[in-house]
T-cell receptor, first 116, second 112 residues
Framework: GAVVSQHPSRVICKSGTSVKIECRSLDFQATTMFWYRQFPKQSLMLMATSNEGSKATYEQGVEKDKFLINHASLTLSTLTVTSAHPEDSSFYIC????????????FGPGTRLTVT | GESVGLHLPTLSVQEGDNSIINCAYSNSASDYFIWYKQESGKGPQFIIDIRSNMDKRQGQRVTVLLNKTVKHLSLQIAATQPGDSAVYFCAVLNQAGTALIFGKGTTLSVSS
């Protein structure tokens, strides 16, 4: 089956530093990838939609200069949290839409970010 | 804007019982609905989906029912097992057809 990986699974960084999270579709091509943020005991909130080779579309309230998204290939998207603050601590989850099937969307295992 | 709501944040059942988790959505034009299961510290796992041209779809031990008249979606789990304990989310494809909107989630606890 379709597999999406994320790296790292957990990361701790200091306030003011930047951290990059990778999302890869391992056995399919993903023209579209999505980034979500999930706070404890809450639902997934869509942050942005990225299409391969073009700029990401950010949801209202999400700072595009703080959360940099790059989708350089059909199998890789990255989310960089710049100048991280403790309130950015969260569970970040990516998903990828199968190029061959518009309705199929596969989720990664998530990345736990802790900013100290 | 579009929204997806939930009827109960928690549900506790005994092993072997049937579980029903409900969800409501706001956009009558919604075309595609999915149920996900999320275990602690993991990403959502696909359970079952349904298109708006269907009222019911069955999988292994799971059934999704769609009532477009009242904009209501439900997930039925037959013979619930301890391994079914998780948070269950319904998700709806947004009006633009570009992204999923998630409901708040129901925590299912199964005791043996």
């Amino acid at each position: 089956g379709a597999v999406v990986s994320q790296h790292p699974s957990r990361v701790i960084c200091k306030s003011g530093t930047s951290v990059k999270i990778e999302c890869r579709s391992l056995d399919f091509q993903a023209t579209t990838m999505f980034w979500y943020r999930q706070f404890p005991k809450q639902s997934l909130m869509l942050m942005a939609t990225s299409n391969e080779g073009s700029k990401a579309t950010y949801e209202q309230g999400v700072e595009k200069d703080k959360f940099l998204i790059n989708h350089a290939s059909l199998t890789l998207s990255t989310l960089t949290v710049t100048s991280a603050h403790p309130e950015d601590s969260s569970f970040y989850i990516c998903s990828a839409r199968d190029r061959a099937n518009y309705y199929e969307q596969y989720f990664g295992p998530g990345t736990r970010l802790t900013v100290t | 804007g579009e929204s997806v709501g939930l009827h109960l944040p928690t549900l506790s059942v005994q092993e072997g019982d049937n579980s029903i988790i409900n969800c409501a959505y706001s956009n009558s034009a919604s075309d595609y609905f999915i149920w996900y299961k999320q275990e602690s510290g993991k990403g959502p796992q696909f359970i079952i989906d349904i298109r708006s041209n269907m009222d019911k779809r069955q999988g292994q031990r799971v059934t999704v029912l769609l009532n477009k008249t009242v904009k209501h979606l439900s997930l039925q789990i037959a013979a619930t097992q301890p391994g079914d304990s998780a948070v269950y989310f319904c998700a709806v494809l947004n009006q633009a057809g570009t992204a999923l909107i998630f409901g708040k989630g129901t925590t299912l606890s199964v005791s043996s």
